[in-house]
């Protein structure tokens, strides 16, 4: 089963930036879509930000201008670069493929939290 560690999470003051790192356990070029997602506490998990294979991307209009997805096929790495951190960003976010794609991992990996705080 395809596994995606993330990483990159931290304490941050509100303003600050962080970039978080998704390692995959395969070959990500193999991979369509790739997404972030997020949850806060008492949420639902979240579209956050998506890259295809060809480098088109989408954003939730909450993170427009703020954060930017990327991926590095030959480290088989997705990144999420978020700036201009607001307190409303506090959540565990996490990565995955499409849940239409084959390599979509339905047990989720376990996040890496994101805390915005002065």
């Known amino acids: 089963q395809v596994q995606f560690v993330e990483s990159g999470g931290g304490l941050v003051q509100p303003g600050g930036s962080l970039r978080l790192s998704c390692a995959a356990s395969?070959?990500?070029?193999?991979?369509?879509?790739m997404g972030w997602y997020r949850q806060a506490p008492g949420k639902q998990r979240e579209l956050v930000a998506s890259?295809?294979?060809?480098?088109?991307?989408n954003y939730a209009d909450s993170v427009k201008g703020r954060f930017t997805i990327s991926r590095d096929n030959a480290k088989n790495t997705v990144y999420l670069q978020m700036n201009s951190l607001k307190p409303e960003d506090t959540a565990v976010y996490y990565c995955?493929?499409?849940?239409?794609?084959?390599?979509?991992?339905?047990?989720w990996g376990q996040g890496t939290q994101v805390t915005v705080s002065s």
């Open positions: 890259i295809s294979s060809g480098g088109s991307t």
């Open positions: 995955n493929a499409d849940s239409g794609s084959y390599y979509y991992s339905p047990d």
């Open positions: 395969v070959n990500i070029f193999s991979i369509s879509i």
